[in-house]
């Protein structure tokens, strides 16, 4: 029975992380290609890749556009400079 | 006999060099002389003592 | 007087640096191929005065606010070791990131030049930089220079010396780099931007925006894209194989080892008849043999080196980064695991040290454990003799081996992942795309004359000594007699190697000599072919027709009584295995734990073992009709090692669940 209640939990936990992806604000994984869009926020917990990115030009009122989608990965074009980041990334750059 | 000398002697300058060289490359802790993408850094590693190499990079002098 | 050459990843540190010390360090057309400062002096040609200049090329880093472990050496280099110049080497087509880095240089008080670097790119791009105007703004020189060609590095170092000694000035007020604030160290942030951006208005006039598609865009649409990708991927390496494999490298190789064969003539001649015949034995099939054996593949390996370099040069080998990415991050790995295996394809060492950009401590460590996998620079000629004495030359072998290793390394990281079961740990995968270039026909060259010359310095050291002493070995029994023809399991060597060889029987290469060679390649792995020529008295693996006439007793392959099966078998067995010792020594340096570097080893014995038995007895089956020798008890031993691998992943998951209900 317990063995049931754990594997309900580990269910519940699954699903619930699903269900956050449904609620989420615009951000770059979403975005269209060749337009550029203005920052709005990096939400992400992670300071570290924040203040990494902010010394990339990547910060809130910057411009940033997608140049296109390759595997699971996004080109954008920030300052003048092209790179590839992952969707997790994309997720936490708010449009 | 002499000869036998003579072949002796050849394959211990041989040797002795291969080691030597092996050793003052160790010594000067420049890179290992086996790696392609050699200075990448300090690979002062080399067989044995390959575990004083550690990630530090003031050793690379 | 000390210069530091610092700036971006991939704005052309270390090019400029072998430029002006006339060095040959390790340069790739990506960001993160420098991982540690390297020191060398200015060459003679560019430094006019008398003394002695030195130059620090540092990691490159986007600001002094460190991010990885190797952005922190340069920021640390700089605050702390006092250098007496900073070179600011700036992408010119890349201002207005670049100059962010700049500002926080100026106001070190340390006199600071900016380079101008890859000014040779601006005119096909449509950019206009007014220097003049830049220079007075930033309040420091300028130069303009084009590392890749030499251009400006006179001017570079005769304005180091003239600056050398001046006091540098920040050209704007009041932004103290030293606040521990965070609020106000972000509000400094934003304002050097600003300061950057209204500068680069100034100064740089653009005739194409940089974030419109170019060709280079639609290019890597299709290169890297998420299903041609891995077939694209796949056809490169084919093609570098084949030419070096199948093409030009054997027209070379024939030549080489006509060489070395007369030399072999030649010393025999020259010591006649009364020589002993353990000494001539010695000198000839251990020391002549046994390194000729191994420099044999030179040919064939800087073909291939050359073929690599022009890859790496392209900036090709960065989408692949991003192709496969996709599939190491849904395995649990970060999405920087990727640079270490490709820096792995040329040695692991610098590979394994490469993970240290790997933040965390669980993917650092698989990643470490996982990267000597790739064959590196050392297995090449073990897959080439196998390739072309068992193969004739194929150039899938080669290719099939890159495939084998990245799909192991997938499944590895699978099987990591369910043990430790901490692949939540979030991490973000971001990568500058550096432009595609037509690959430099010279830098190509330059950088496979310098591998191959540490390929003949290893073959002349290490794989001399190890030869040596396998011959001697081979040569005398454990009461130090020589060995009796027809006895010669009674050799030391044998002796040995026997036990190890009997655990090889399921994997269809149960011979003492071959344990005797793949225990060897721990050492180094070239010392397999080493080996194998000593203990088979072989010096040409290379022009086998020749092998066939000279010794009546069949070609290579009967000599060493493998089947193309088993050869397959004892190939895979050697590349997949753990590598060698220097190799172990840096990922224990990089794992920092010794749970984690046992159970690393242990993994990759078990690969090696597996994998090796199933190309065996799949293979055999398929071939034959039968199974191989010994399927049974390999089958047991390959049952242990997926029972511990099962066993660690039950425990594993019933601690979670416990940790789980008491989270409850």
């Known amino acids: 029975m317990e063995l049931a209640v754990v594997n309900n939990i580990i269910k519940s936990r699954y699903h619930n992380k699903k269900l956050s992806l449904v609620s989420e604000r615009p951000n770059l994984s979403e975005a269209v290609i060749n337009v550029p869009y203005i920052i709005k926020e990096v939400n992400t917990t992670d300071q570290n890749m924040k203040d990494f990115l902010f010394t990339l030009g990547c910060y809130e009122g910057e411009t940033v556009t997608v140049i296109s989608v390759l595997a699971d990965n996004y080109v954008i074009s920030v300052k003048d400079a092209r790179y590839s980041i992952d969707k997790d990334l994309a997720r936490t750059i708010l449009v | ?61 | 007087m000390k210069i530091a050459l610092t700036g971006n990843p991939n704005s052309g540190k270390t090019t400029l640096f072998n430029a002006i010390t006339g060095k040959i360090e390790y340069v790739g057309n990506w960001p993160g191929v420098t991982i540690a400062k390297k020191e060398g002096d200015v060459k003679k040609a560019l430094n006019k005065g008398e003394s002695r200049i030195r130059v620090v090329d540092l990691p490159g880093t986007y600001s002094l606010s460190p991010f990885t472990g190797e952005e922190s050496i340069t920021s640390e280099f700089v605050k702390n070791e006092n250098p007496d110049v900073i070179i600011n080497i700036v992408d010119a087509t890349n201002l207005s990131r670049s100059l962010f880095f700049t500002t926080q240089l100026l106001e070190l008080g340390i006199p600071v030049i900016v380079a101008l670097n890859k000014c040779d790119l601006l005119h096909k791009k449509g950019i206009v930089i007014k220097r003049a105007e830049l220079a007075e703004k930033l309040g420091c020189l300028v130069i303009e220079t084009a590392s890749t060609q030499g251009h400006g590095l006179p001017e570079l170092i005769e304005q180091a010396r003239i600056v050398y000694g001046h006091q540098q000035t920040a050209p704007f007020p009041g932004l103290n780099a030293n606040v521990k604030d965070h609020a106000a160290d972000d509000r400094i942030k934003h304002e050097r931007f600003a300061f950057v951006e209204q500068l680069v208005k100034v100064v740089e006039m653009r005739n194409v925006a940089s974030n419109k598609q170019t060709g280079q865009d639609a290019a890597d649409r299709i290169i890297a894209h998420r299903v041609l990708g891995i077939p694209i991927f796949a056809a490169v390496i084919y093609v570098v194989f084949s030419i070096s494999q199948t093409h030009v490298g054997p027209l070379f190789a024939d030549y080489l080892v006509g060489w070395i064969d007369s030399f072999y003539e030649y010393v025999e001649g020259l010591m006649g008849a009364d020589v002993s015949p353990v000494l001539s034995s010695l000198l000839l099939d251990g020391i002549i043999g046994g390194v000729g054996a191994v420099m044999g593949f030179l040919p064939l390996i800087m073909v291939l080196f050359f073929l690599l370099a022009l890859l790496e040069d392209s900036g090709y080998m960065a989408r692949v980064a991003v192709v496969m990415d996709r599939y190491l991050k849904r395995v649990g790995l970060s999405g920087k695991s990727i640079i270490p295996m490709v820096i792995g394809t040329g040695c692991a060492i610098p590979g394994v040290m490469a993970t240290r950009t790997i933040r965390d401590d669980r993917q650092r460590r698989t990643t470490a454990m996982l990267t000597p996998f790739m064959p590196c620079g050392a297995k090449l000629p073990v897959i080439a003799l196998f390739a072309g004495v068992f193969f004739s030359d194929a150039a899938w072998v080669g290719t099939a081996m890159y495939f084998v290793a990245i799909l192991i390394i997938i499944t590895g990281a699978l099987i990591v992942k369910r043990i430790t079961n901490e692949g939540s740990a979030k991490s973000y995968f971001i990568m500058e795309l550096p432009d595609y270039r037509l690959p430099s026909l010279k830098r190509a060259f330059i950088s496979m004359i310098s591998r191959a010359k540490a390929f003949i310095i290893r073959a002349a050291t290490i794989i001399l000594l190890c030869n040596a002493v396998v011959h001697l070995m081979q040569t005398f029994t454990w009461s130090f007699q020589v060995v009796e023809p027809g006895m010669e399991n009674t050799s030391i060597l044998a002796g040995i190697a026997s036990p190890f060889a009997f655990l090889l029987i399921p994997l269809g290469f149960g011979a003492w000599q071959l344990a005797a060679a793949a225990i060897a390649g721990f050492i180094a792995k070239e010392n397999v072919v080493g080996v194998l020529a000593v203990v088979y008295s072989i010096t040409n693996f290379i022009d086998t027709e020749e092998f066939v006439l000279l010794s009546g007793a069949g070609d290579v392959a009967a000599v060493m009584g493998l089947t193309s099966v088993a050869a397959l078998a004892y190939l895979m067995f050697n590349l997949f295995t753990p590598p060698c010792f220097a190799a172990i020594g840096a990922m224990n340096a990089e794992m920092d734990s010794r749970n984690w570097l046992w159970a690393g080893i242990g993994f990759q014995f078990g690969v090696g073992y597996t994998v090796a038995y199933f190309v065996y007895q799949v293979g055999t089956l398929m071939t034959t009709g039968n199974f191989g020798a010994g399927v049974i008890p390999g089958l047991l031993g390959v049952m242990f090692i997926a029972g511990v691998i099962v066993f660690l992943i039950r425990r594993n998951d019933h601690k979670s669940k416990i940790e789980l209900k008491e989270a409850v």
Do not use: F, W
């Not at chain 2, 993408?37 to 044995?48: E, I």
């Open chain 2, 1 to 61: 006999m002499l000869t036998n000398l003579i072949i002796v002697l050849i394959i211990a300058v041989i040797v002795a060099g291969a080691a030597a060289k092996l050793i003052s490359d160790r010594k000067k802790g420049g890179p290992c002389s086996g790696c392609p993408y050699s200075g990448l850094g300090d690979q002062s590693c080399h067989g044995q003592d390959h575990l004083s190499c550690d990630q530090t990079a003031e050793g690379n002098q």
